[in-house]
């Protein structure tokens, strides 16, 4: 009887702790008791651990054993600690012994009652984590494989059974990698931009936001191509940059949120839509053992609200703080995690209630109350965090009985927009426009003499808080960039200026 000691970890947000597990396997009464704040996942490691190593063709030592995960006051959730758990049984029971590599390796991986390998979540975390630590190797499922070659510079060794690991630890006997599938881009992302028909103004704003990472609130009648048009702005985006990738990666891996079969390799940027039902939880994050929502899983994509005041009031308020720094914070009694939330906010919203004011459709039938009060639901604060806001018309029939798709303009706006991003993330230190800082503002946003009177013109005429005045700079910013200036020109600050105080056209 012994005591055994493995080196594990534990995820918290998306990053991740160090945990050591102790196994001791002591004389007494036959027991198994999990300590060190072990949520219930962690805790019916109990029951698989014991099926597991006795369908594995080793004895479940028939004594007083008590697992011990370290440091007892932070909570340790997943069943990654199965494989740690039941190694450590074998090594304190003495029926394995030691292998000197062992301590410069990191196990992970949960146990079915036959010895198999479960998949695990949060798996590119634990990788890298384990990378910048100095562990040669990270033994996992096979199955959760795809997602940790993302990082390199790390010996991965894919398992199915608990099995193979003994082999691998007695024989060094490392079972054969499956070749890395790399999933293209699914076409369909052309589809919805391809649709559009007319809407020449609103397809140029698109490309403003998309070009420049800005907020968009498209406004308009039913039918008038809203949802559409936000659908296919994800078209103009640039593929995701392997820092990207493996951002987003972590925070569908740690939600639960990859599919087994999915190709890591191949993801494109996000894109979630929330029902208007969602809540508040939903979108930003929590739960008792906190996870992203779908602000966080939209990070480095779009995330699109559509009829922006059916959702809750307290759910579109609560958008204030990540569309302002890009991140959001979850607080817990226990802990408070930060989520990643940098993304392209693409609202939808009607006139009124039933959507018809100032149509040429059909007849408002709102009252100017009714009107007041559904305007009112999204509040001036949120409106003030809107880069472009654009009132959109409905598209004549005629436009809709000639329907044209040209795939030749939207491989011209899509290097338009790649060749804005690198010059962009150049000048301003990887960020896109969006995401300058006010004291950044002065050095990355010249603007000429002429230029920028208007926008003091502006300022005089319209009422422009400083949140306003720094968002029309960016918009300029990104105009000119578009079309390949160093300075903010007027052209450029008057097409900003449209975006801020427009009507339907």
């Known amino acids: 009887m012994a005591l055994a000691k493995l080196p594990s970890v534990a995820v918290e947000g998306i990053e991740a702790s160090p945990v050591k597990v102790e196994i001791d396997v002591a004389q007494g009464l036959p027991g198994f008791v999990v300590v060190g704040l072990a949520d219930k996942a962690v805790e019916e490691s109990r029951e698989r651990v014991r099926s597991a190593l006795r369908h594995s063709g080793f004895n479940f030592p028939l004594s007083r054993i008590t697992v011990h995960l370290a440091p007892s006051e932070r909570k340790k959730t997943g069943v990654h600690f199965d494989l740690p758990i039941a190694l450590g049984i074998l090594l304190a029971d003495g029926q394995l012994k030691a292998a000197p590599k062992l301590s410069k390796t990191l196990l992970l991986g949960g146990l079915s009652l036959d010895g198999q390998l479960q998949s695990i979540s949060g798996t590119l975390i634990f990788v890298e984590w384990a990378k910048n630590k100095g562990y040669q190797t990270v033994v996992l499922p096979a199955v959760n494989l795809p997602e940790g070659q993302l990082v390199d510079g790390i010996e991965l060794i894919g398992l ?10 007695t024989t060094g006997t490392v079972p054969p990698r499956p070749e890395r599938v790399v999933q293209a881009v699914a076409a369909e992302l052309d589809d919805d931009w391809l649709q559009i028909q007319g809407q020449e103004k609103a397809k140029r704003a698109a490309l403003i936001a998309a070009a420049g990472g800005h907020n968009l609130l498209l406004e308009g009648p039913p039918g008038a191509g809203k949802t559409l048009l936000a659908r296919g702005l994800r078209a103009l985006l640039p593929p995701l940059a392997k820092d990207e990738l493996i951002e987003v990666v972590k925070l569908y891996s740690v939600a639960n949120q990859l599919k087994q079969d999915q190709a890591v390799d191949g993801l494109y940027r996000p894109f979630r839509s929330p029902h208007h039902s969602a809540s508040h939880i939903s979108l930003i994050g929590g739960g008792s053992h906190p996870k992203p929502g779908e602000i966080s899983l939209a990070h480095r994509g779009v995330l699109f609200l559509d009829e922006l005041p059916e959702f809750p009031r307290n759910v579109i308020e609560a958008l204030r703080q990540p569309l302002e720094d ?20 693409v609202a939808t919203m009607n006139p009124c209630p039933c959507g018809w004011l100032n149509s040429n459709q059909r007849q408002c039938q709102c009252s100017p109350h009714q009107i007041a009060q559904y305007r009112k639901k999204v509040s001036g604060p949120i409106l003030d965090r809107i880069d472009l806001y654009l009132a959109v018309a409905a598209v004549p029939l005629s436009d809709l009985r000639t329907p044209t798709k040209d795939a030749a303009e939207l491989s011209r706006l899509r290097e338009k927009v790649v060749a804005t991003w690198h010059r962009q993330r150049q000048r301003n230190a990887g960020k896109l426009n969006a995401y300058i800082s006010s004291s950044a503002m002065a050095a990355l946003c010249p603007i000429d003499e002429k230029a920028q009177a208007m926008l003091e013109k502006a300022a005089e005429k319209f009422v422009i808080t400083g949140r306003s005045y720094h968002k029309i700079l960016k918009i300029a910013r990104t105009i000119a960039d578009l079309e390949g200036r160093d300075r903010i020109e007027l052209p450029d600050v008057a097409e900003a200026l449209q975006y801020r105080f427009v009507s339907a056209n």
């Open 326 to 345: 890009a991140e959001v914070h979850v607080s817990r009694v226990n802990q408070t995690v930060r989520y990643p939330a940098a993304f392209t906010f």
């Open 160 to 169: 199915q059974t608990f099995g193979q690991l003994i082999d691998w630890i």
